[in-house]
């Protein structure tokens, strides 16, 4: 059976392997994974995105993203996801984006793969609804479902096999690949770098939101230096040589994780994980094995004096065991197979 799926990514946050978020991580893993299979992949996501199947971008460049903006890149979701419905009548839909409850379509069976913390979400989508499916990426991020929200097996999020068989020497300085925003922390990881002593890179993006620009400006950037440096986004490359070469990686988030691709690469690179204990972090890093849990800035640059203690080994294969690329798409492609059945059963 070929399938067609029509994946629709948040509209402010670019798709293709070299994706920053995790949402877009994932959605381009599936787009081509489906075709590289014989499916029909179609994306629906904002210009410049990179993709294996039909790309159909929509232009949400803006110097600042507001309410305004968002309103008039809804209203082109929502007729974009028509048009493709109305041409491509047994399309399934998958949704990533935390804002996709503005542009569910009516009619086509839907899953929507929550990413982030359930409580960011609207709580009417926990109602049942025909022709919706939710699911969850960690059993951590299951368990704090609303009570009597009827959501699918969750998915584990996997990462690509090429991060497995990257091997390098490693250096001195630690890593830290993030969202430049406040709940992700990136100013705990540079307090804790400059108490240790050690060089960190952090890689990633500064989005157009005025909140997110103005912590850069205020809270990380008075913190770099010649040693702690921001290198904006990573190609996947470049990410994989320089997970590899760290000696850990650092993920002070002050949110519930709901899986975190970061530390799972990290682990596939068999760099260690220094982390603080929110959402699935617990259950992604083994304490003392393949990383820490931490409370603060202080214990953190604590744990990074004692990470030599870990071995990459044990982070490589505690990773393979359980975060294959190849696992998750393959529960992916039996919900859609499941989905298209029940399509054909109700045509």
């Not at 359930?118 to 609804?129: K, N």
């Not at 003392?288 to 744990?303: C, L």
Request: charged share 20%.
């Amino acid at each position: 059976m070929v399938l067609t799926v029509l994946s629709v990514a948040y509209p402010f946050a670019p798709v293709g392997p070299d994706a920053v978020g995790g949402a877009e991580q994932v959605l381009s893993a599936l787009d081509y994974a489906l075709t590289e299979k014989g499916h029909r992949s179609l994306v629906i996501a904002c210009r410049g995105s990179v993709t294996a199947g039909e790309l159909i971008a929509i232009d949400t460049e803006a110097e600042m993203v507001d309410d305004q903006l968002r309103e008039r890149v809804w209203a082109a979701y929502r007729t974009a996801i028509g048009e493709v419905l109305r041409r491509e009548p047994t399309a399934i839909v998958h949704l990533h984006g935390i804002d996709f409850p503005v542009y569910i379509p009516e009619h086509a069976p839907t899953l929507a793969t929550l990413h982030l913390p359930l409580d960011w979400y609207p709580s009417w989508i926990f109602r049942p609804r025909v022709n919706l499916w939710l699911h969850c990426v960690s059993e951590a991020q299951h368990a704090t479902r609303p009570a009597g929200a009827r959501l699918l097996t969750p998915i584990p999020n996997g990462v690509s096999p090429a991060l497995f068989d990257t091997s390098l020497r490693k250096r001195d300085h630690a890593i830290m690949l993030s969202r430049i925003c406040p709940e992700k922390g990136v100013h705990i990881a540079l307090q804790a770098c400059h108490m240790a002593d050690v060089p960190l890179l952090i890689g990633g993006w500064v989005f157009a939101y005025e909140a997110h620009q103005r912590y850069f400006e205020e809270s990380v950037a008075p913190l770099l230096d010649a040693r702690r440096r921001f290198l904006g986004p990573l190609g996947f490359d470049r990410k994989r040589r320089l997970l590899a070469s760290a000696r850990y990686a650092l993920i002070p988030s002050l949110v519930a994780e709901t899986s975190s691709l970061t530390a799972i690469e990290a682990l596939a690179c068999g760099t260690p994980v220094i982390a603080f204990a929110n959402g699935a972090l617990p259950s992604v890093i083994e304490h003392g094995r393949t990383g820490f849990i931490v409370r603060d800035a202080e214990e953190m640059a604590e744990a990074i004096a004692a990470a030599d203690t870990l071995d990459p080994v044990a982070c490589k294969a505690a990773a393979a065991e359980r975060f294959s690329q190849e696992k998750m798409i393959g529960r992916y492609l039996r919900v859609y197979e499941q989905m298209a059945g029940q399509l054909r059963a109700s045509a």
